[in-house]
Nanobody, 115 residues
Framework: QVQLVESGGGLVQPGGSLRLSCAASGINISLYTMHWYRQGPENQRELFANIFSDGATNYLDAVKGRFTVSRDNAKNTMYLQMNDLKPEITTVYYC?????????WGQGTQVTVSS
């Protein structure tokens, strides 16, 4: 059974940093493209970062330079380092992968940027 569990969200002041984690079980994340999504204003999920099986990463322009995706294969965990946080990025963050044609989602973790 594939399971993704996000953690690391919370309340942070503008300009601060957070690191989100996505711990996986049931799959070897090094073999899959892993994604980070965030919930948009109309409850849609917006893809903004990927890490591919070869370790390459891809980002939406809006987060380039401030967000970094990485993974620890030994821990089977993906990370999202978020720096210089701004209030407008406040939302729920999800990790995702496609396993046997099925979208697999974590439960999400809330990130709130506020003074």
């Amino acid at each position: 059974q594939v399971q993704l569990v996000e953690s690391g969200g919370g309340l942070v002041q503008p300009g601060g940093s957070l690191r989100l984690s996505c711990a996986a079980s049931g799959i070897n994340i090094s073999l899959y493209t892993m994604h980070w999504y965030r919930q948009g204003p109309e409850n849609q999920r917006e893809l903004f970062a990927n890490i591919f099986s070869d370790g390459a990463t891809n980002y939406l322009d809006a987060v380039k330079g401030r967000f970094t995706v990485s993974r620890d294969n030994a821990k089977n965990t993906m990370y999202l380092q978020m720096n210089d946080l701004k209030p407008e990025i406040t939302t729920v963050y999800y990790c995702n992968t496609v396993y046997r044609t099925q979208d697999m989602w974590g439960q999400g973790t809330q990130v709130t940027v506020s003074s």
